[in-house]
Antibody, heavy 119, light 107 residues
Framework: EVQLVESGGGLVQPGGSLRLSCAAS????????MSWVRQAPGKGLEWVAN????????YYVDSVKGRFTISRDNAKNSLYLQMNSLRAEDTAVYYC????????????WGQGTLVTVSS | AIQMTQSPSSLSASVGDRVTITCRAS??????LGWYQQKPGKAPKLLIY???SLQSGVPSRFSGSGSGTDFTLTISSLQPEDFATYYC?????????FGPGTKVDIK
């Protein structure tokens, strides 16, 4: 059974940093692109970042470029999102998702982890 | 960036109704579009990929159509478990962009 479990969310002050993790199981992690998608409270979904199987390609939404870094450790079946210079508008539930390029869609999602940026 | 719009933003329907949601892209995206269902407090769930292909395990009352800029999600006979918010997502180029969502609630 495919499982994605996020962790690392919490309350952080504006300008602070946080590192999210996503533990993957039930599939060959190193064979898939992976992604982060976020959802601000009461708002819609926003794609944040993608990373290729070997980490050689990474893509970001403009609003996080230069502040967030997506990475992965295939030996640990884990995906990460390092978030620096956090702003109030980064407050959201962050979902880890598996990107299935065969069907060009996010076919599995984690349960999400809440990040709150507030003083 | 490609802008995705959805209509309506919300609708009220009854069990058994046929429901149609439209998604429009600001430029052509071939058929690189998916539809996702999200219930309150839950992660999104993939329903349709490549505009018209039904994801494994999704009931056949869900269908998708369209290509280029205009796409449709249809629920042929609305069931109680279908009350949710529906999002389209273009996967044609970066940044990937979601539509703003369509909330389907009970009439």
């Amino acid at each position: 059974e495919v499982q994605l479990v996020e962790s690392g969310g919490g309350l952080v002050q504006p300008g602070g940093s946080l590192r999210l993790s996503c533990a993957a199981s039930g599939f060959t992690f190193s064979s898939y692109w992976m992604s982060w998608v976020r959802q601000a409270p009461g708002k819609g979904l926003e794609w944040v970042a993608n990373i290729k199987q070997d980490g050689s390609e990474k893509y970001y939404v403009d609003s996080v470029k230069g502040r967030f870094t997506i990475s992965r450790d295939n030996a640990k079946n884990s995906l990460y999102l390092q978030m620096n210079s956090l702003r109030a508008e980064d407050t959201a539930v962050y979902y880890c998702a598996r990107k299935n390029i065969v069907i060009s869609s996010f076919d599995y999602w984690g349960q999400g982890t809440l990040v709150t940026v507030s003083s | 960036a490609i802008q995705m719009t959805q209509s309506p933003s919300s609708l009220s329907a009854s069990v058994g109704d046929r429901v149609t949601i439209t998604c429009r892209a600001s430029q052509g995206i071939r058929n690189d579009l998916g539809w996702y269902q999200q219930k309150p407090g839950k992660a999104p769930k993939l329903l349709i990929y490549a505009a018209s292909s039904l994801q494994s395990g999704v009931p056949s009352r869900f269908s998708g159509s369209g290509s280029g800029t205009d796409f449709t999600l249809t629920i042929s006979s609305l069931q109680p478990e279908d009350f949710a918010t529906y999002y389209c997502l273009q996967d044609y180029n970066y940044p990937l962009t979601f539509g703003p969502g369509t909330k389907v609630d009970i009439k």
